[in-house]
């Protein structure tokens, strides 16, 4: 009898602990979690990369149409996406890709993992800033409800 009175209050007990954990946990989900500054990044091209690298080559995928494009952007210049409101530029080439704390840079003139920082406006307003990478066009690709974009060649500048 001693016995089950004990079962009895331990699985009250741990019920009731149960249930105030779960309101805990109500409470925490309703509560606005507080926002974590993302340090900003720098991007720095190398002496051994300045001036080397001309342009790219971006597929445009056109989703409703079916279709698919290499265009090529030449580096630091606004291209004109035909048929469309969108306006692409490409800000900076890295053949070797690196994260160094907040620093992207790369490591080498060497095509080892090449990105290209990729600004996309439509009708004049930004909607998207960030890399395309070759090796890896799925990594923070971005989603358009039209257009899909992937890095696929790049051009010396000699």
């Known amino acids: 009898m ?3 009175m004990k079962l009895t209050v331990l699985s009250l007990i741990a019920i009731g602990f149960a249930a105030g954990c779960n309101e805990k946990e109500k409470s925490e989900q309703t509560a606005t979690a507080p926002k974590v500054a993302e340090a900003p990044s720098t991007v720095v091209v ?10 790219v080559q971006i597929r445009v995928a056109d989703k409703n149409a079916h279709l698919k494009k290499v265009y090529t ?10 048929g469309s ?19 992207l840079t790369s490591q080498s003139n060497d095509l080892v993992n090449p990105a290209a920082q990729l600004v996309i406006r439509e009708k004049g307003k930004e909607i998207y ?10 990594t923070h690709a971005f989603q358009h409800p039209q257009y899909g974009f992937t890095l696929v060649d790049y051009l010396p500048a000699s």
């Open 2 to 4: 001693k016995r089950l």
């Open 46 to 55: 190398p002496d051994q990369v300045k001036g080397k690298w001309k342009a």
């Open 73 to 82: 952007l030449k580096i630091g210049s606004d291209f004109n996406l035909p």
């Open 85 to 103: 409101d969108l306006t692409l530029k490409v800000e900076t080439f890295l053949p070797h890709f690196v994260m160094e704390g907040t620093t």
């Open 129 to 138: 800033k960030g890399w395309l990478f070759s090796l890896y066009p799925t």
